[in-house]
């Protein structure tokens, strides 16, 4: 371990790891023992038509350290943005850890692949995209997509495609491929994906798009910071317009989260709080999407497939309460009855008071009236 | 506890024009119940967020025990100042307690949003230990469990005199048990409602924002411990009044009218403690500032002195009427009290009203009604109030 980092931190980022592939905490504990042993996951990591966005975020996450944390917490064989070495060297590394971890490593790969004209457009080391991912690829223990560019083609694939560049799972037809869309997508994604192989040899639960349920079951919207806006009919229709500015919902500007599959509203961005399109007040651009992104443009609006909220959530427009004039009379009546039955009974018994008071007072007469005889009668 | 033979049952047929009525209104509160469990608090009630206890508590549970806790004021008098002349009014005042927490316990389980989680209430290792309202829910619990065994041994009297040979055997053999352990029911009995009474206060101690100034104090729990002993004498006096005036029993005005001073010096201790409390935390002006919350202090207080200082006049102690008026006086100074701090005049935030709907008000009446008839019924059957006419006697009407 390095001193630069407390165990706190590191035991915390393998939790958050864990979690956002949808494990338990103890799991992400169980990959810190693992890795405090040395059991290190190797990866290899492959370039293509891409910007090294995912790289940049995965370098760039805010955590003290992290970025020196995730390169202690994968063995990294084969990076060629990270790597100190170049041309020859670089490539004898590649040769290396393919033969040596054969059937171990995990296959990350960044970025579109080239097909037209036999992927000319893109060669590393003599070797076109297609040729090298097809023979990394072979012997991976898995192989995982990031970014949307290696998912489905990204940015590259937009039309008209000049370089018929296509996606992982496009060009290994048959083979599992992990993709975890997203321009870039959220690090601890692939983080939690990878440790998830290296310790357990397992991948995350899927949906057909090949995308960890965990994280891209729900749409932005279900989970949205804006949702109560969009459910109260709050909208800005213009930047910087009244609404825009008092963080009401984007829908109206184009927003895509009604039709996206990411769970950037629910995980932060590099952990901090708000550092999303949403967050900062842009609409969502859908770029996890395959339809969505580079095809629909970014101020046009989607179809929703949900606009009413579930009825778990809580009311948009609290009823405050009421005041019927009937309850009132009613409550009146109560009372008034009350109160006059308690001044009737208060007479009542005054009464049979007096009565009871009249008969001692009579009784008493008459017993002193009988003795008056008596005595009279004696004397 | 010797002399237990002073008291009798009543009585007489048990269904009665008056149980009918009864009846009528328990049985459409009952369907409202069902009604209630199964669409949810929001077809029946007008509570809302800002009051989410509606008068279910306000009335329901705090009024209801108050007035109830005439089992406790007597009980006091009793046994703790060993004024063993009261014993008479003890056991009338234990059936009304034990209605009044019975139905108070009912109004709470009905008011649970989640009404199926009833059962953690009886589970202890699910317990939230740092909940306020734990103490006030386990405590009610028990003292309702309490109150009515305070009450078996009137049960078993008469179970001693039933004509089926093997209850009365079981009666005879359980009634000295019963009686052996009764000191330590009663000092239980007693240390409850110490405990939930001022609690009923104390969890107002968490909204001194929300509270009007006049009302929130730090001594909440005392004041509201206080004014359910005056409640519950001022409920001694109502009820005794009633029954004597409705089954011909007689009544002893002279033990009522020397008990009278007992309220009226803690009303004056209530109002003192008040009014000095207010004074020393500066809230003075509040009192004539006369917008609606300093006018509802001042008929506050007025309700309070008013019975206090009828009380203490002889003339008004010695006439039944007066003492009956005085009685109720304290029972509706005490129920104001208690809505000024549960409702009236507290604010969760602006924009909130509330008035307790339909459903509410007959919910209300439903548990009265309950109440009431299950009194008049164990006054009936058990050997409850003091005073009753023999009916092994009827030979004096004869000799008359």
Known sequence: MNAEYSRRDFIKVCALAAASVGLTPAQGEAWAADLEAGKKPSIIWLHFQECTGCTESLLRTSHPSVSKLILDLVSLDYHETLFAASGTQIEEALEKALLEQAGKYVLVVEGAIPTKENGIYCQVGGRTAVDSLKRCAEKAGAVVAIGSCASWGGVASAEPNPTGAKGVPQVLEGKTVVTLPGCPPNPYILLGTVLQFATFGTLPKLDDQGRPLSAYARTIHEDCPRRPHFDAGRFASQFGDKSHRLGHCLYKLGCKGPATHANCSLASFCEVPGVWPVGIGHPCVGCTEAAVAFRIPVFDTVEIENPTPPANYPPIVEHHGSISPVTTGVAGVIGGTLLGASAVVAKWVSREHRIAKTWAVAKKHEEEYAQKKEEEKQS | ?400
């Open chain 2, 1 to 400: 506890m010797s002399e237990h033979q002073a008291e009798r049952p009543l009585g007489g047929p048990i269904f009665t024009p008056t149980l009918f009525v009864l009846l009528a209104i328990i049985f459409s509160g009952a369907a409202l119940v069902c009604y209630r469990l199964l669409f949810g608090l929001g077809a029946v009630s007008a509570m809302n967020d800002g009051y989410a206890w509606g008068i279910w508590k306000p009335l329901n549970v705090v009024t209801f025990t108050g007035i109830g806790a005439g089992a406790y004021a007597v009980g006091l008098l009793t046994y703790v100042f060993n004024r063993w002349q009261y014993h008479s009014l003890v056991r009338s005042a234990i059936v009304v307690g034990a209605m009044a927490y019975t139905l108070g316990g009912t109004s709470v389980l009905i008011d649970l949003g989640r009404w199926w989680n009833l059962w953690v209430t009886f589970y202890p290792p699910l317990y939230n230990l740092n909940s306020v309202l734990l103490e006030v829910a386990v405590c009610v619990m028990t003292y309702t469990a309490v109150l009515w065994v305070e009450l078996t041994p009137p049960i078993l009297e008469q179970a001693s005199r039933w004509k089926y040979e093997p209850v009365r055997r079981v009666a005879k053999w359980g009634l000295p048990w019963v009686r052996k352990a009764l000191p330590f029911v009663i000092s239980v009995a007693l240390l409850l409602p110490t405990m939930h009474q001022s609690s009923l206060g104390g969890l107002y101690m968490i909204t001194p924002t929300k509270l009007h100034a006049l009302w929130y104090t730090p001594w909440l729990s005392g004041l509201f411990l206080m004014s359910c002993v005056t409640m519950g004498f001022g409920a001694v006096v109502i009820v005794e009044n009633l029954t004597s005036l409705n089954y011909r029993r007689r009544m002893d005005q002279r033990l009522l009218g020397r008990m009278a001073p007992v309220p009226a010096m803690l009303v004056l201790s209530f109002i003192a403690i008040r009014l000095i409390d207010i004074a020393v935390q500066g809230k003075l002006p509040y009192i004539w500032t006369f917008d609606f919350y300093s006018k509802l202090f001042l008929v506050e207080m007025a309700l309070f002195l008013t019975p206090a200082l009828l009380m203490l006049l002889r003339s008004v102690r010695k006439n039944r009427g007066g003492l009956f008026i005085s009685g109720v006086l304290l029972v509706l100074a005490g129920t104001v009290y208690r809505f000024d701090t549960y409702l009236i005049a507290y604010k969760p935030t602006t924009g909130w009203v509330y008035f307790p709907s339909l459903g509410e008000l007959l919910f209300s009446a439903c548990l009265a009604s309950t109440g009431i008839a299950v009194y008049i019924v164990m006054i009936k059957v058990f050997p409850i109030l003091s005073g009753v006419p023999s009916r092994k006697k009827p030979t004096i009407v004869a000799q008359a």
